[in-house]
């Protein structure tokens, strides 16, 4: 940070010269200016590799500033300096492109955090561009939409502003989260993705915030709670929509006031947490039928990004294809399975509607149960009515879970061969008249490996 300089601007001497000292003590120069004037001439002048802006100047505001720094110099992280309370003007500052606020009177530990992740952008790890570059299979895909998708979270990765990820089930929305956390100077701090829905909802205060031990009959121990497992990273809502009213309520007081309190605590404890959240549901139609909070979905939502379904994608269901593929062989050690050019097409025709995800599950039960290395349309068992559907499937009338019904018929069966060839696995599979493949993946689905 020894190379580092920054620039404060504010119209208050005594905010302008305890930022200079805060700045100072942690090795980094710091270059003053009174109004929006001054700090576009010394920003034409020389670089900086911060600026932080009060809201209320002589000659206009912070969000100006920003707006003309978003054109100008924008790898150049900005910071808002905004009056107590204020959360609607940080959040308009948010939008505007800012990278972070403080509010005053400012914290001094929460200004070192803001102003370190603000330097971290200056000094990308060694594996940020792999990370663009998706190579580790984030994102794959060269099409229009997923280029576009990548250069907004490249961008998105800069700034510390709540993000919300739309889009339909299995479209890789928890992908995109991890690629923002990657890219972003919260980097070397956790990833921690949390499904909402899967949270029952007495246990959600704990879970989300901790708990004291002896605040309730089973808290033996203390816990630390998910706010403060992602201290330093990134916190990642996943089905955002399933929280209920109650919990929404404590959820955006936590995001207001950047802080959290255990249950059977007395005591808030600071946080220092980055906020992306998704949902597969309308979100917008949620907040109209007043199932979900305006006022948390505003604060969640000062950046939208939408991720493609995989049907708006077609030109990448070949490269996706190849790299399922490959990674089912290593994961069966076994050879690599080719798609014909009829299974390819009748790929290219499907709906999709649980996206990759469904193309992952597609391609692995035709993997496991095809005679052998070339995956044929019919090995894909897509339904002709399936086909250009629309993602809409039937179901059948009553309570009959035929999906559990089948299961456990397949399990009971799979069960009396391994009993009858004393666990042979290779000899069960010649019983049921299956290839050894197709008996791998039958007990890797059910469970019984």
Request: aromatic share 4%; with cysteine.
């Amino acid at each position: 940070m020894t190379d580092a300089t920054a620039l404060v601007v504010d119209d208050e001497p005594d905010i302008r010269e305890l930022l200079d000292i805060t700045l100072t003590r942690m090795n980094i120069r710091c270059v003053t200016a009174a109004n929006l004037k001054e700090a576009r001439d010394l920003l034409a002048a020389q670089p900086f590799q911060l600026c932080l802006t009060d809201m209320n100047l002589p000659d206009g505001n912070g969000i100006d500033l920003v707006q003309w720094m978003q054109k100008a110099h924008p790898e150049t992280p900005v910071a808002v300096i905004t009056a107590y309370g204020s959360m609607d003007t940080a959040v308009l500052a948010l939008k505007a492109g800012a990278f972070d606020f403080v509010s005053k009177p400012v914290e001094l530990g929460r200004l070192r955090e803001l102003v370190e992740n603000a330097l971290r952008l200056t000094t990308p790890a060694s594996g940020a561009a792999a990370s663009d570059n998706d190579s580790d299979g984030l994102l794959l895909g060269e099409s229009l939409e997923i280029n576009q998708l990548r250069k907004q979270v490249r961008k998105v990765a800069r700034s510390q502003a709540p993000v919300y990820i739309s889009g339909e089930s299995g479209s890789g929305k928890e992908l995109v989260a991890r690629m923002i956390h990657m890219q972003g100077p919260r980097r070397d701090g956790p990833f921690v993705p949390v499904n909402c829905g899967a949270i029952p909802s007495e246990l959600m205060e704990s879970e989300f915030f901790g708990h004291k031990k002896g605040s309730f009959t089973g808290a033996t121990e203390n816990k630390t709670g998910l706010f403060r497992a992602a201290q330093g990273g990134t916190l990642f809502l996943d089905e955002v929509a399933d929280l209920p009213v109650s919990m929404q309520v404590k959820l955006l007081r936590a995001i207001q006031e950047k802080a959290v309190r255990a249950v059977g605590d007395h005591l808030e404890q600071a946080i220092d947490v980055r906020i992306l959240s998704a949902t597969h549901k309308d979100l917008p139609h949620l907040v109209k039928e007043g199932s979900f909070r305006q006022d948390l979905f505003y604060r969640i939502n000062v950046i939208e990004l939408k991720v493609p379904p995989l049907r708006a994608r077609e030109d990448d269901i070949p490269l996706l294809t190849r790299h399922i593929l490959a990674k089912l062989a290593q994961d069966y050690e076994s050879p690599q399975a080719q798609l014909s050019a009829a299974g390819l097409d009748k790929l290219k025709s499907y709906s999709f509607p649980g996206n990759v995800r469904e193309l992952e599950n597609i391609l692995e039960r035709a993997f496991t149960l095809c005679d052998g290395d070339i995956i044929d349309a019919d090995d894909l068992q897509l339904a002709a009515n399936e086909e250009g559907s629309g993602g809409h499937s039937t179901t059948p009338d009553g309570r009959i879970d035929l999906e559990n019904f089948l299961e456990r018929i397949e399990r009971e069966a799979i069960e009396k061969a391994l009993e009858a060839t004393g666990g042979n696995k290779t000899a069960a599979a010649k019983r049921l008249g299956i290839s050894f493949r197709a008996m791998r993946y039958r007990l890797k689905k059910l469970g019984m490996e």
